[in-house]
């Protein structure tokens, strides 16, 4: 369990980056968790196919939190092909409780613990799901 909670995943946390509302956004999308009660919405500004700015706003537990500011602080300046990459490889990462070949995952790795709690995968990847949904109806 002591590798679950640790130090990156606990400062994300405690200390959420881009954590809030967007005053110039273009798009927000909700995304839940029915099971335990996590929510989020995400707040992005896209523009010419990139992701200007990101941030989140939410309540759940410590991995969901985490994740989405991981998330915020991973994706922000990417472009939309370069997201889509980037949620593929989250996947691996936390299906397979192991980084993808080739690319680092940065303080994303620190949630490699939760393969192991099946329970858990879907606080993890709510962010990324959410994510996700936001692309389908992101300007290009």
């Not at 909670?5 to 273009?26: C, F, M, Q, V, W």
């Not at 490889?89 to 995952?105: A, C, D, H, T, Y």
């Amino acid at each position: 369990m002591n590798d679950l909670y640790s130090d990156i995943l606990l400062d994300h946390y405690r200390l959420p980056r881009n954590k809030g509302k967007l005053a110039d956004e273009t798009l927000s999308v909700e995304g839940k968790n029915p099971l335990c009660g996590d929510e989020l919405i995400l707040h992005l500004k896209v523009q010419d196919g990139k992701i200007q700015d990101i941030a989140f706003e939410g309540t759940g537990c410590a991995i969901s939190m985490a994740s989405a500011s991981m998330l915020t602080e991973d994706l922000k300046g990417r472009t939309l092909e370069e997201v889509r990459r980037r949620i593929d490889q989250f996947r691996v990462l936390i299906r397979e409780g192991k980084e993808p070949e080739g690319e680092s995952m940065d303080d994303i790795t620190s949630l490699i613990g939760v393969a192991q709690l099946p329970v858990r995968v879907k606080c993890a990847t709510l962010p990324w799901t959410t994510m996700e949904e936001a692309l389908k109806s992101a300007p290009k």
